[in-house]
């Protein structure tokens, strides 16, 4: 499969969109949108794994969400690991 630039934009584009989708932890009410932002993360990756023979582009959309999650997963982890030395 070819990792062309249509793909590495798409894994970019899917990243910012899921980065500025992910709840933020210091508000009320983050623990259920997390759930609902995981969930709806799941179902996406899942249906778009089925088009990945047709049209690959939506599951390198959906990549660049798994990027943005570790990556706002990486941060909870750091913030909390932090707080636990004090």
């Known amino acids: 499969m070819d990792w062309g630039a ?27 949108r997390l759930l609902a932002y995981l969930t709806a993360m ?17 599951f390198y959309f959906m990549v660049g969400g798994g990027l943005a999650f570790f990556y706002q997963f990486s941060r909870i982890v750091i913030r909390i690991a932090r707080r636990g030395g004090e």
């Open 42 to 58: 799941m179902v996406l990756l899942i249906a778009t794994a089925e088009l990945i023979m047709v049209k690959p582009l939506p």
């Open 6 to 32: 249509a793909n590495r934009t798409a894994v970019l584009a899917g990243f910012i969109v899921w980065w500025t989708l992910a709840p933020r932890m210091n508000r009320a009410g983050a623990f259920d």
